[in-house]
């Protein structure tokens, strides 16, 4: 059973910062690639960060410079360091682990509200 467990989120304000944590209850290896994805009120669920097995990362544009995604191998953990927040980073994060298509997982989000 793969279990993809996200914590850190919380209430920042404008311009601070948050670190999000993915912890999979499987080898981080066996997917092609983890990332973070968010989802706001009445939105679509979009890509913010990726890391593939390789280690290559790929940002939406709206983050580039402002969130790193990272991993700890032996922890079987990812990160998504999260700084100079703005309003419109208010989300539900999730993080995802991808086989191939359609195989993947989602952990259960974790909310990110900035406030202005």
């Known amino acids: 059973q793969v279990q993809l467990v996200e914590s850190g989120g919380g209430l920042v304000q404008t311009g601070g910062s948050l670190r999000l944590s993915c912890a999979a209850s499987?080898?981080?290896?066996?997917?092609?690639?983890m990332g973070w994805y968010r989802q706001a009120p009445g939105k679509q669920r979009e890509l913010v960060a990726s890391?593939?097995?390789?280690?290559?990362?790929n940002y939406a544009d709206s983050v580039k410079g402002r969130f790193t995604i990272s991993r700890d191998n032996p922890k079987n953990t990812v990160y998504l360091q999260m700084n100079s927040l703005k309003p419109e980073d208010t989300a539900v994060y999730y993080c995802?682990?991808?086989?191939?298509?359609?195989?993947?997982?989602w952990g259960q989000g974790t909310q990110v509200t900035v406030s202005s």
């Open positions: 890391m593939a097995r390789s280690g290559s990362t």
């Open positions: 499987i080898n981080i290896f066996s997917f092609n690639a």
């Open positions: 995802n682990g991808l086989f191939q298509r359609p195989l993947e997982y």
